[in-house]
């Protein structure tokens, strides 16, 4: 499953064809791309209640697919979470709703240059970063979680989650270039999540733009980021 990005407040499944269509090629996988409600229109819970529920309805179809072929013994379909930016800030909050509820978790989980702090960030300010600047990520954080929640919720900034939680984490694997603005993010929220135990991989890409992988065609870094992930996500 893949949660798309767009600062919450744009992108869908159509835009990123190229590139779920290279990762499930790789991967040799069917991939759902949840068409999740966007803010201003929609904001929080609503775009994270469209994640929760696509994954709660791929997670009950493999269980049905497996029962309907005779095998037994629970759900045996290997099921992998991917996200990148604001939907890699979706893509943890969704395996948080599902460890709060004492849920299945994905197998894999996959965080490409996610959006996991949103509080204001003085490390921010001033990295050269093209595509997403501190400026555009508060704008974005505003549009989607509005006045009724702190960005301090869990929900919307994920490294600030209970440690029980993260300890629930399948092994995850965090994507980022070295000179983006959300860089931060993947390192502090790798350390959270390998403090609670959980089976971690930072991989840091050096002088890349924010989520180069789409930009296949372009940069062969692209192709390269989306083969490590296929390479993870197949273990």
């Known amino acids: 499953m893949y949660t798309h990005g767009g600062g919450w407040v744009g992108g869908s499944p159509r835009d990123y064809r190229a590139l779920t269509g290279t990762l499930a090629r790789l991967a040799g996988a069917s991939i759902l791309v949840v068409d999740y409600r966007l803010a201003p229109e929609h904001r ?40 990148d930016s604001a939907g890699g800030n979706l893509a943890a909050a969704t395996c948080l709703e599902l460890a709060a509820r ?18 204001p960030q003085a490390d921010r300010v001033g990295i050269d970063d093209q595509i997403v600047t501190a400026e555009s990520l508060a704008a974005g954080t505003a549009a989607y979680v509005g006045s009724n929640i702190s960005s301090s919720d869990y929900r ?23 000179i983006e603005t959300l860089g931060h993010d993947s390192r ?6 390998e403090d609670a135990g959980v089976r971690i991989n930072l991989s840091i890409w050096p002088d890349l733009p924010h989520v180069w992988h789409a930009f296949l065609g372009l940069i062969p870094e692209a192709t390269e980021a989306l083969r490590e992930i296929a390479d993870f996500v197949s273990r």
């Not at 775009?47 to 179809?61: E, N, S, Y």
């Not at 004492?102 to 509080?119: K, S, W, Y």
């Not at 502090?188 to 999540?193: G, P, W």
Request: hydrophobic share 40%; aromatic share 6%.
């Open 156 to 178: 919307i900034s994920p490294v600030y989650a209970p440690r029980d939680l993260l300890a629930k984490f399948p092994p995850t694997l965090l994507q980022a270039s070295a």
């Open 102 to 119: 004492g849920e299945r978790l994905p197998d894999r989980l996959v965080l490409i240059a996610g959006t996991l702090d949103n509080l």
């Open 44 to 83: 929080f819970p609503s775009g994270l209640q469209d994640c929760v529920t696509a994954f709660r309805w791929a997670a009950r179809k493999g269980t049905d697919g497996e029962r309907s072929s005779g095998r037994s013994g629970g759900p045996t379909m290997h099921l992998s979470l991917v996200g």
């Open 188 to 193: 502090k929220f790798a350390a959270r999540l």
